[in-house]
C-alpha cells in the first residue's frame, strides 16, 4: 500500500497524466462536434474514437513537453478569432479562385520574410497554422520570430504583410501587446 503522496495517473509508459490526455481529447471532440454538425448517434461515436486517438497522438507527438497554457480569456476569444479568420480564409478563397478560373493563370509565386513581433510559442504557432490555413500562403518554416512564408502572388504576400492577422492573433494571446 502506498502511503507517500497521491500521483497523478498517468498514461501508458508514465509519460502523461490522464488529465492532459482527456483535455486534449475533449477539445477535438468539441471542435469535431462543430465542424460535423451532426448529432447523429453514429457521427458521435465516430468523433468520440477519433478524438480520443488524436487526444493521444497530441499528447505524445505534439506536446511532447508541456502542453501550452492556455488562459480562460484566450479560450473566451477564440470564437471573434476564428470568425476573423473565416473571413480572412473566404476572401483569400475568392482571390485565389478568381486566379485559376483565368487563363492566364497570373500567380507569381515568392518567398517573403516576414518579421513578427508575437513573443509567445502559442501565439507564434497560432499565426503560423493561420498563415497555412489562409489560401495562397503557407508558413514553410520559423525562426525566432521570423517566418518564411510561401505566398501566391504579391495580393497574398500584402495580406500578410498587413498585419491585420498577427494583431488579431495578438489580441487573443498577447492581450497585453495590443492596445
Same mark, same amino acid.
Given at each position: ?6 500521483r497523478?495517473?498517468q $498514461?501508458?509508459?508514465?509519460?502523461r497524466?490522464?488529465?492532459?490526455l ?5 477539445? #477535438? ?5 462543430? /465542424? ?23 499528447v505524445?507527438?505534439?506536446?511532447? $513537453? ?13 470564437p ?14 475568392? *482571390? ?6 483565368? &487563363?492566364?493563370? &497570373? %500567380?507569381?509565386?515568392?518567398? %517573403?520574410? *516576414?518579421? #513578427?513581433?508575437?513573443?509567445?510559442? %502559442?501565439?507564434?504557432v497560432?499565426?503560423?497554422?493561420s498563415v497555412?490555413? #489562409?489560401?495562397?500562403t ?5 525562426? $525566432?520570430?521570423?517566418?518564411?512564408? *510561401? ?8 495580406? %500578410?504583410?498587413? $498585419? ?7 489580441? /487573443? ?7
Open positions: 500500500m502506498d502511503t507517500g503522496p497521491r497523478q495517473r $498514461g501508458r509508459r508514465g509519460s497524466p490522464l488529465s492532459v482527456a483535455a486534449a481529447a475533449g477539445a #477535438t471532440y468539441a471542435f469535431w462536434l462543430v /465542424v460535423s454538425a451532426s448529432l447523429a448517434p453514429l457521427d458521435l461515436l465516430l468523433g468520440l474514437a477519433i478524438s480520443m486517438v488524436l487526444g493521444a497522438w497530441a505524445r507527438v505534439l506536446w511532447a $513537453g508541456d502542453a501550452p497554457a492556455v488562459a480562460p480569456r484566450e479560450v473566451l476569444a477564440m471573434r478569432f476564428l470568425l476573423g479568420l473565416g473571413h480572412q480564409v473566404l476572401a483569400a478563397a475568392a *482571390h485565389l479562385a478568381r486566379v485559376v478560373i483565368d &487563363p492566364r493563370l &497570373p %500567380i507569381q509565386p515568392m518567398l %517573403i520574410r *516576414h518579421r #513578427t513581433s508575437l513573443r509567445r510559442p %502559442i501565439s507564434r497560432a499565426f503560423a497554422q497555412t490555413l #489562409t489560401p495562397g503557407l508558413t514553410v518554416d520559423i525562426e $525566432g520570430g521570423t517566418f518564411l512564408i *510561401h505566398c501566391l502572388g504579391p495580393e497574398f504576400a500584402r495580406r %500578410i504583410e498587413s $498585419g491585420e492577422l498577427e494583431r488579431r492573433v495578438a489580441a /487573443v494571446f498577447e492581450p497585453e501587446a495590443v492596445e
